[in-house]
């Protein structure tokens, strides 16, 4: 027989999702000087050397608030109760932020000539980490829903299904051209349709329309057509060019670092060779840092942590809770691995921070408050218990043992 009741949370993802965030905190510690004499140098900026350290402190300490706060303090069912609210705000936050970037609002921030930020007073945030929570927590309860009216796969569940979803890419890929956040978007809706129930022939269809959709977009953006023949032309040896230089430093970064790297502090490409070099680029500034035995290490860690959410939900029976967690699996996976084949040149440079590792707070934040609620969902799978086995004498040994000043580990 199975027992679900509360127990003990699944400790693995979080001493693993804690560990990565102080490793991302000492890399930028060490890193962050480097980046602001660059851009002292380059754009006349007037950075402080401890500028983007005190930066990450921040998001680190501010993620840690999220993380608990989403294990110890706000019930996943609450989530549950504004799943539209939620997926609503975070469309029309979007949609606002489009609006601002044709008027040069002072509210939005852009960079490289992309609007994804809204600035309040030095502080940004940007909307499309909130959607992706919103969309992960909207679909979770939509498609359970939907699960359980045997609805799945109908023109009732297809048609609403394909507005909001169909608007969360329009408003990120195309409003803001964030193809990265895209990526990750498209990752969440096919990982949790792929256990919803839905026909093969239809969720291939779909996969073949979202990838149709997928390359128009990119032709559409001139500077994407150029990632993709730098991409090409690096894998087919070619001269080097400026459009190459962004993935060839990358790969050089990692070799390197050889098996053991360079030591922290040491890294020659954060010295201005790299580009985004504490953001999208950090897991080759890893590698030269800490050496190929280094990146294994790290790579093992978020495997932890992927397969851990995989046994929260093949363990976890609500399904609503099952939908979430394997959302949030999807996410994790897709920015973790599109941003690893970026820097090793396995696919076309995209825009996709490393999670929990890369400098920024807002997706840090939110990406932390899903694996809290994780954390917490954990607390509440199956167990298997022997028929024979008397449950409430064994609640009343542990109450024993608590009376007696011992605990039971």
């Given amino acids: 027989m199975h027992e679900i009741r509360k127990h003990k949370s699944d400790l693995l993802i979080l001493f693993a999702t804690l560990g990565l965030m102080a490793l991302g905190l000492i890399v930028i510690y060490a890193i962050g000087p480097m980046r602001a004499n660059v851009l002292n140098n380059t754009y006349g900026a007037n950075y402080d050397s401890n500028f983007f350290f005190l930066g990450q402190l921040r998001s680190v300490a501010l993620s840690l608030v999220a993380f608990f706060a989403a294990f110890k303090l706000i019930p996943y069912k609450y989530l549950k109760k504004i799943a539209k609210p939620l997926i609503i705000v975070a469309l029309v936050l979007c949609g606002i932020l489009w609006v601002l970037s044709k008027t040069e609002s002072a509210l939005i921030k852009c960079e490289l000539g992309e609007c994804r930020w809204f600035n309040f007073g030095g502080l940004s945030f940007q909307p499309a980490e909130f959607l992706k929570l919103a969309l992960v927590i909207y679909l979770a309860d939509f498609l359970a829903r939907k699960k359980e009216e045997g609805t799945i796969g109908k023109k009732e569940f297809w048609l609403p299904l394909s507005v909001i979803c169909g608007l969360s890419l329009l408003l990120v890929v195309v409003a803001q051209g964030d193809l990265g956040t895209g990526v990750a978007l498209i990752a969440i809706i096919f990982g949790m349709l792929l256990i919803a129930g839905v026909s093969a022939k239809q969720y291939i269809l779909m996969l073949i329309l979202i990838l149709a959709m997928a390359v128009g977009s990119v032709a559409m953006f001139p500077h994407r057509m150029e990632r993709v023949d730098a991409w090409l032309a690096t894998l087919s040896g070619s001269e080097s060019t400026d459009s190459t230089y962004h993935i060839e430093n990358a790969m050089l970064a990692i ?95 995209t825009g996709i921070t490393l999670p929990l590792l890369s400098y920024g707070g807002t997706s840090m934040v939110f990406i932390a408050f899903a694996i809290g609620e994780v954390c917490q969902l954990s607390c509440y799978t199956s167990r298997e218990v022997n028929k024979n086995e008397d449950i409430s004498s064994r609640r009343g040994i542990r109450g024993a043992h608590h009376t007696g000043g011992r605990r039971n580990s």
């Fill in 255 to 349: 070799g390197t670092g050889g098996l053991f790297g360079v030591g922290v502090g040491n890294s020659v490409q954060a010295t201005g060779y790299l580009p985004e070099s504490i953001n999208d680029s950090v897991f080759a500034i890893m590698g030269e840092t800490f050496g190929f035995i280094g990146l294994f290490l790290i790579i093992l860690v978020f495997g932890v942590i992927l397969m851990r959410m995989l046994k929260v939900a093949d363990h976890t029976t609500d399904q609503g809770n099952k939908f979430f967690v394997v959302g949030v699996f999807s996410w994790t996976l897709a920015q973790v691995v599109v941003n690893i084949m970026a820097m090793t040149s396995l696919v076309p440079v």
